[in-house]
């Protein structure tokens, strides 16, 4: 049975089935983001990430919740990676290689190409510290070989029923957002992203579309971040003060994304300075991931494309290959060395040799997790002893510089986005607890749209938009593509006073009646139910009705000042001008157009028309809808009919209540 | 819906070009340019030559030989029928190759010109480049000749056409001699600007909506970088424009079948099939009499990949083929000239001559000659998601997708926009192998290299096939250099039309009348129409009714309001409409949506005066009713009267119910009671 077959059946109970958001990773923590969305009976699982702080089963995600019987292949319909980290893409080669996954596989071309260095930096970083591999770089290759790559907004189908799309994340080269689709369903997931762009790559972008979910990471959920380049200029400065003095810098980063970037700045800034001290990269990482980095040009920002017919910017002047015997030579230098967080490898070896030195400065990531050297160092005031493994313990008397300025977005970004898409419902992933049960209220009370943040291994429910199909006749169809929109002019009312300027007396509306001219149409016969939406002129005949018309009819009489009769009571004319009906609704018509000003009142001469509502002297001695005489109509009272259609009454009410005030006199 | 097939082109160089009326949106398909027809234009040395003779040029109208090319600047020839459509009927323009979009400056540069263009993005870079190129070669021309006459060139007086010889003739007015009007003066460099400025670049696969209503996706073709095929999804169905295509393509990213599978109609318009003479003897009609018989279970059994196979191993056997016969030209001491003008085939060759140069340890300079060979290196190689596999597979083992970064970065490739700069002059070196436009041998750095050249039985030129050799060579006459045809695939073979026909599975499918012997002996299971140049087909009519989704919340609010009349439950329309990708929608939208229509009630059935009655008596009111004629007796009435709380009076006559009032409080009563009572919508 397929689940459209299910969804009609249950449509009359409007049980439509829900999306089910399992969270494995990243749940209330930043690290191994794993998310298994479960649309329309299609799974999906979002990035499949290694937890860098553990070295034990917890660094991987809990996939045994996805199914008990281990086979994975079958229950997902595919795996979705949204970039190239580590926290993002570390289980992928353990879940493919050595849990059996065997299905699609989709991330962007950079992705593809940039994840086996990072995953195979990382093996190597597990094999030096001993422990045992929980892939080899078989694995790796091997994995990698199941993956699909997709360009940016591609709509790719991944069977008839889910379709997917990926847009501009910004964050690092290839990241993506990633929009999923099954029947009428629809959810992004965010992956990590950038709503401001840096030296190299452009902000996150991505089309208005009609979501249930948003499921978005939520790193800075609380931090607003000002000028990046005050923070940029802050960085240049600390390191050229260190190499002015002699000293050494080493900038621990991830070979990839993070070093290009700061490659970028500061080989724009040796240049403009004209300094001569050499900047290196360590071992061939980051050099390879320049090859990549120069042919995927076109994923970078725009800024960067342009000046690419010139010069490609990934061709560094002053960036150097470093040896590891150039360590502890003489004189300045600038080194980029992996990985980012000093967990080990290379990158702690210069730190055990540069650290004691005082002319000496390292540069820390925004981020480092708790249990990296790079933590420590972080919270540690110098001089100090920090521990670097079981046994050894540094002395450090260096200057640290935490670098401020990330990839992420910041609270204001994630508002933005939020803001923008519009979705009914919002997960956040990817954070600390109590930033994110702050970012959750925000996002409750200002758009009051339903937040969660689910710890992992937690379900979270969410209702999902279903449609119900109807035929449309061509007639409807004809004038819901041509827009004919109308103007209303309306007094200033209570509730767009909040919006709109409150000094505003008139307003011009927009008015739509598109939908309006619409009739739905249900008809159930033994085949079924048949739904049917036509335009009311087809209604009639459709109906089998005749055009019966209801309308309203109420006589009454206007004051007539006295003054006016005077005036009135003139020799030399055949009919009193107070009876002269032409006149009074003259009269009338002015008084009207004065009070009531957001109305078109049409005079016909012997009558006034106002939509439907139809005003005019009644001279009758005996009207059939002035149903009692007025105790006080005398003979200063003129008759006036009104009579409007079902529909008019209230505009009917409110125009005879003005008139009923009036007291017509000349002026 | 109605397509015109406006010219079933010439090939690769000059694509087919229709006109698609779908949906209300009149579509151009394709606007390209037949640059083979620059052929009658003499090429610059020798008008430079004949200009020192003047006396020989004794007009023989029948004897051709290189003094009866047209000495004048050259004009170009469009889709002569393209001419008579209004420019500013159209409302969209796609194009499907680099070569699809020559000719769009012309109708860009017209202020008529309102349509929205879409083009890949790897097609309108090549495309661009391409047009460029046109003109910087157009340039060496125009300043020979200064600047153009205003009107009409001499060359297109009815006198002067008359001298010219038959086969000249033929094609300045074709065949039927109508298409004069087809020849334009090149476009300018802001013309360029401003067409690409009108163009829209998609990725493969990136859907596009024009208007709301028509959901457009580009699917990659495999004939060239950034070639696609059409899928146009709009609100009555799917529809593909198949254009050339080629399964599994050696350098550009391959053919997308899954994309094009299951449409409502499929217009096919890869006409190599209809020219394929080898098809025809090798397939047709007695060998596959049985096996495409479409009851049998092949349907099933025809797969992607045998479509593939042969495609990729016979271009690449072609191409080393031409290495060799290059190698060879070298090792007796001649150079080598490539005029080829295809991107994808260039840039195949190129690395391919160049590694078979390195692997018989040849040191002799390449040499790219044009004012794009910069930019278009620069490009291939930033392009992976345009490639196929195989280059893919090169990016993700951390090599350049291209070697020529290499061959530059070692000097032995040298690229240079021109022939007269300093630079190339000094670093020339013969022999030598040369790429330089351009393939019609008229235009570019190839006329002054054939002529330096045509002399030197040792030297090799290696250009394709299908233009008219005899009068290709016109100029350089007497030819000595050797010659090797080659032809390279740019289109669907006739033995794999119909297997492929098979696997996409469309309802309807419109094909080239010259097919039409070929399709009918197979008995396909769709429906089939054909179609030929100038002719407008009506396409087969898809479905009556549009649909529109109502999400569910609204649909059972809608349910609510809904009245029983006539045995249907009706209700009015609320909610937000959105009409995007194709679809319609109705959702409750959280904006309250204005509507003048709040008024107008429509009024369906009859006022039912005993139900009236006790909805009037249910909310407390005093009513009584009394049946009675109209003063004319015409007409049957009832009379309601309502004497509590306050007075009212009801009027019911066949046509209209009048409601007399005294007050608001009875009047909104009564309103209500004949509401709930009656068919209101």
Known sequence: MTPAKVNSLNLEENESMPIECLVLGAGQEVGKSCVVVTINDKKIMFDCGMHMGYRDHRRYPDFSRISKSGDFTSVLSCIIITHFHLDHIGALPYFTEVCGYNGPIYMTYPTKALAPLMLEDYRKVIDRRGEEGLFSSEHITECMKKV???????????????QIRAYYAGHVLGAAMFYAKVGDAAIVYTGDYNMTPDRHLGAAQIDRLQLDLVITESTYATTLRDSKYAREREFLKAVHKCVASGGKVLIPTFALGRAQELCMLLDDYWERMNLKVPIYCSAGLTIQANIYYNTLINWTSQKVKSTSATRNPFDFKYVHSFDRSMINAPGPCVLFATPGMISGGFSLEVCKQWAPCEQNLIILPGYCQVGTVGHRLMSAKVPTKVNVDESAEIDVRCQIHQLSFSLHTDAKGIMDLVRFLSPKHVILVHGEKPKMEKLKKNIESDFEIPCYYPANNETVLIPSTQYIKAHVSKSFLQSSLSPNFKFLKTTSRADTDIILNEKTES?????????????????????????KIVHQNELMAIAGGENHEVQFAHCFPVRVCNELKDVAVSPGENMPPVLDKHSLLHLLYTKLSNDLQDVTIQNAGDSLQIESFTISACLKEKCPHRLHVNPDSTSEAVNFCCVWSMGDEKLAWRVISVIKNLELKTG | MKFTCLSEGKGYYFPPCHILNICGFRVLLDCPLDLSALAVFSPLPIAISSLLDEETSSQSSEFLDSKSLI??????????????????????????????MLGLPFLTRSKDFRAKIYATEGASTLGKLMMEDLISMHIELRQFYGPEESGCPQWMTWEKLELLPKALKDIVLGSEGTELGGWMSIYSAADIKGCMEKVQSLKYLEEACYNGSLTIKACSSGLEIGACNWNILCPKGRIVYLSGSVFASTTASSFNYKALQGSDVLLYSDFTACNDVDGVKNDFPPATGSSYSSDSGCWETTTESSLDSDDYSEEMEKISFICSCALNSINDGGSVLIPIGRPEVMLQLLEHVSLSLESSNLKVPIYFVSSAAEELLNFSNIIPEWLSGQRQERFYSAKPLFNHIQLLNEKKLMVSPAIHSSKFLTSWQEPCIVFCPHWSLRLGPVVHLLQHWCADPNSLLIMEEGADINLAFLPFKP?????????????????KAIPLLKILQPKHVLVPESLRPHIRCWNPKFSVRYFSENETVAMPKLKNYADMDIATDLYSNLRKDTKLIQKKDIARLKGELLIEHGKCRLVLGNKQVLSSQDRALLFLGRVELNSLLMALQKMGMKATAQHTQSTDGSENMSIVCISEPNEALIVVTSTRTMISVVDETTASLVSEAVRSTSGFI
């Open chain 1, 148 to 162: 699909t790559a997709v360009d940016l907004k591609q709509t790719i189908l991944v069977d008839r029923d889910l």
């Open chain 1, 507 to 531: 307003l011009v509306q927009v008015c739509d009646d598109r939908v309006a001219e619409g009739a739905l149409i249900i008809q159930n016969d033994e085949k079924g139910q048949h739904r």
């Open chain 2, 71 to 100: 000495q004048a600047e050259p004009w170009y020839k469009t889709v002569t029928s393209l001419q008579l459509w209004s420019i500013y009927s159209i409302d969209l323009v796609l194009i499907s190759s680099p070569m699809g």
């Open chain 2, 479 to 495: 030819m000595l250099m050797k010659v090797l045809p080659c032809s390279f695939i740019s289109g669907i073979k006739l033995n």
